[in-house]
């Protein structure tokens, strides 16, 4: 399927999807290892095409205010716009680049039949999750008119690094019944950097969705060694009580996984993070202690 957000330099192209804005040669994917350049055009072969399908509580998403106590059928793809040392899924987030250069033997799921699938199910949530749900971001928004119609809401589960053309388009086709998960990984440009995001475009995007009036709840997940600083922590949780208290921030606890192999995070230093927080939001929760 032909992607979008790019435009052609020579016989490269120049994608516009995420913060990366990556110059992408014949024959090769960008750093997402999703887009491809064949023969001048930008195609993303896994579009409407997910290798995980599964039904979870909401609350494992998370979203903790939000259809509380429902069941949300959940999708995952391949392929990040980040590249955390740490990622939990990364088998899907992370994989072998090469297995993106064929079409994938999944089949797509057509809008239809995914309201369908849903709605059979006795569900009316949707998530678009596990690996980093923006590279779909075209099918997303094919999708999202047929869902809305058939009454389903949507939720994306993000490390908010789209680029700011490509929220803007996400945003005019999801409506104040739809939410989003977005990680809030670190507050330093440098430890960001490190884990190939840029923390100016992620703020920009909470700040973005929040005013659409889309639910938003963020995530922060406590790496040792990594984004464990008190200060940092507060001078975060200060600037989120600047859009507003009342937003949701879950503190999640690390595991190995992938290259990183600090141990996990300390309970206690959760709880300290945590009461740092709750100094200036209202919703703060705990997760995977
Ligand atoms: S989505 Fe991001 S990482 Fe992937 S090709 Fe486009 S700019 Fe690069």
Not at 114 to 140: M, R
Request: proline share 6%.
């Amino acid at each position: 399927m032909i992607a979008r957000w790019w435009r052609k330099c020579g016989d490269s192209v120049s994608c516009g999807l995420c913060f990366r804005g990556c110059h992408v040669r014949p024959g090769e994917t960008g750093r997402c290892g999703v887009r491809f350049n064949d023969g001048g055009t930008l195609i993303s072969p896994w579009l409407g095409r997910f290798c995980a399908i599964a039904v979870d509580p909401v609350e494992k998403k998370p979203l903790f205010h939000w259809n509380a106590g429902s069941f949300i059928y959940s999708l995952g793809s391949v392929g990040c716009t980040m590249d955390c040392p740490f990622c939990q899924n990364h088998r899907i987030a992370r994989p072998n680049e090469n297995v993106y250069r064929e079409f994938p033997a999944l089949p797509e799921i057509y809008p239809d039949e995914l309201a369908h699938d849903i709605k059979q199910l006795g569900l009316s949530l949707v998530a678009f999750t596990y690996n980093e749900p923006t590279l779909q971001a075209e099918y997303i928004c094919e999708v999202a008119p047929v869902l809305h119609e058939a009454g389903i809401s949507i939720a994306l589960v993000t490390n908010g690094a789209m680029s700011h053309d490509a929220a803007r388009s996400l945003l005019e086709c999801l409506n104040e019944n739809d939410a989003a998960n977005i990680d809030i990984k670190a507050f330093s440009p440098e430890t960001y950097q490190k884990l190939g995001g840029n923390l100016e475009t992620v703020k920009g995007n909470i700040e973005s969705f929040t005013a659409a009036g889309i639910h938003v709840e963020l995530t922060s997940l406590v790496v040792p060694g990594m984004n464990d600083s008190i200060e940092e922590f507060s001078a975060m949780s200060e600037w989120v009580a600047s859009i507003s208290p009342e937003l949701p921030l879950h503190i999640t606890r690390y595991f190995p996984a992938r290259n990183y192999h600090e141990p996990s995070t300390s309970k206690e230093l959760l709880y300290a993070l945590a009461s740092v927080a709750r100094k200036n939001l209202r919703h703060v929760h705990l997760g995977n202690i």
